[in-house]
């Protein structure tokens, strides 16, 4: 459960690699081997299609390549590759409401009928509604429901990625694990 | 808005564990086969194509200075040298010509046989006498050339010959053939 957090000392060999302009290369293969499926199902959570995750994680990983040289040691790799992740996420959520006019309930509906689909997923009835209750959430909320009970990410580290005080957090997680409860137990 | 913090309870989600039996999405959600062996190789494809200098569409050659300057100035010479030649020739152009090309061909003779015939036109000195053009234009049958003439504004002779008409000689000349001028008008 807690495989989101990596051995810091590996990042940073990873980010010296790639500050070096003989084994960059390399070392983005490695960094992108490294958080991949982890990254991929974070964006996943969020935005439920395969394409729409593939485009995300592409996003993601040629930004680490344009910008990995200027990342400052003083914070986490993965945090920081979760913050771009998940912006890219977002960006792409709100690409779909300005592209369509819609309001958020109608991409939240889209979605939603993606997670009736059998062809993107395969959960059982429960699974599925609990998946259907994330989406009832405000995003942000939504993303930091996913983060701790998926991932049991510390509040320490979604902070970094979220940009949001750990206190904010709680509360946030306390809220929506509500919620969620009082729609599950519903019909 | 609730804040909790570093030192209280965390939120407790053990209840949402029990109703949906702890489950994952990661193992319901479909990823296409072999997603993840090919990944790392199409973002580094994505990167080199980002790397290197976009292919500028083929007319932008044409848009550099270096080339598209001379060429301008070819289409517009071009343009000029057939604006000019192909253009007609200026009215009575025509005419001119074919006269000058008759008059080359009228023998000394015909010239001489013509100066004879119409000798009471021509003075002493082998020029038009001023007299007989006089009379000539006086006579009624010559108005009609006087109004030929002047509606073609040769001659200050002839001019000074119209001038002399008042208005009412007009009106009533223009009114004995007016049947004439609409046809002719027509």
């Known amino acids: ?187 | 808005m609730l804040y909790l913090s570093n030192t209280q309870m965390e939120p407790n989600d053990e209840h949402i564990r029990k109703l949906t039996g702890n489950s994952n999405p990661e193992e319901n959600y479909k990823v296409p086969q072999g997603y993840f062996d090919t990944f790392s190789s199409t973002v580094k494809e994505k990167i080199e194509a980002r790397s290197q200098p976009k292919k500028a569409p083929f007319y932008h050659a044409f848009l550099r200075p270096a080339f598209s300057i001379p060429v301008a100035a070819v289409i517009v010479i071009t343009a000029g040298y057939f604006v000019f030649f192909s253009s007609p020739a200026p009215e009575g152009a025509e005419l001119l010509a074919s006269e000058s090309q008759d008059t080359l061909e009228i023998s000394e003779e015909a010239i001489e046989e013509y100066l004879a015939n119409d000798i009471a036109l021509v003075g002493a000195d082998g020029g038009l006498d001023e007299d007989i053009l006089v009379y000539a234009l006086d006579t009624e049958e010559d108005k009609v050339s006087v109004e030929t003439l002047d509606s073609k504004g040769r001659s200050g002779v002839i001019k000074d010959s119209a001038a002399e008409l008042d208005a009412e000689d007009i009106e009533e000349y223009l009114l004995e053939h007016a049947d004439e001028t609409l046809f002719e008008n027509l």
């Open chain 1, 1 to 187: 459960m807690s495989e989101a957090q990596p051995q810091i000392n590996e990042d940073e060999q990873l980010v010296r690699q790639f500050k070096d302009e003989r084994t960059r290369s390399f070392a983005l293969h490695l960094i992108i081997k490294k958080y991949e499926k982890k990254v991929y199902w974070h964006i996943r959570k969020i935005l439920i299609d395969h394409d729409d995750t593939d485009d995300a994680l592409q996003n993601t990983f040629i930004k680490v390549w344009e910008n990995l040289l200027n990342f400052r040691e003083d914070s986490k790799l993965y945090t920081w590759l979760y913050r771009i992740a998940t912006n890219e996420a977002l960006a792409i959520l709100k690409k779909k409401r300005t592209r369509f006019f819609l309001p958020l309930v109608d991409v939240e509906a889209e979605l939603s009928s993606k997670i009736d689909d059998s062809s993107h997923y395969t959960g059982t009835e429960i699974e599925r509604k609990l998946q259907k209750a994330l989406l009832k959430l405000p995003e942000k909320q939504r993303i930091v429901f996913n983060m701790k009970y998926y991932d049991d990410m510390k509040y320490e580290d979604m902070s970094e990625v979220l940009g949001t005080s750990v206190g904010a957090l709680k509360a946030s997680y306390h809220h929506a694990v509500k919620k969620i409860e009082r729609f599950l137990e519903s019909d």
